[in-house]
């Protein structure tokens, strides 16, 4: 088992930042990526972006391109996403989750999920 512990949500003025972290436990040996989702009220959960843990290869959504940044600490065994420009729009729980396979786009290939942290952006 992973266990996922989020961190680094809040309220924050649009153009302002948020980093967000994610520290992993357990048998993180099995992990091969992790993600970042976020869930906007009354929306679907959505895909924000991704990283290998091998390669620190990342991918992201088309709209948080340029905004956002996936990082991690392979010695903490946490990711971080690094927001910044934020939009209202970006408001949402955002979760991390972690996979053992896949290529990370879709919710359905994280096996391990976070809490969830809140990030609320005022106009």
């Known amino acids: 088992q992973v266990q996922l512990v989020e961190s680094g949500g809040g309220l924050v003025q649009a153009g302002g930042s948020l980093k967000l972290s994610c520290a992993a436990s357990g048998r993180t040996s099995s992990i091969i990526g992790m993600g970042w989702f976020r869930q906007g009220p009354g929306k679907e959960r959505q895909f924000v972006g991704t990283?290998?843990?091998?390669?620190?290869?990342?991918y992201y959504l088309e709209s948080v391109k340029g905004r956002f940044t996936i990082s991690r600490d392979n010695a903490k065994n946490t990711v971080y996403l690094q927001m910044n420009s934020l939009k209202p729009e970006d408001t949402a729980v955002y979760y991390c989750?972690?996979?053992?396979?896949?290529?990370?786009?879709?919710?359905?290939?994280?096996?391990?999920w976070g809490q969830g942290t809140q990030v609320t952006v005022s106009s």
């Open positions: 990283i290998r843990w091998s390669s620190e290869e990342t």
């Open positions: 989750a972690a996979r053992r396979s896949g290529y990370g786009l879709k919710a359905y290939e994280y096996a391990y």
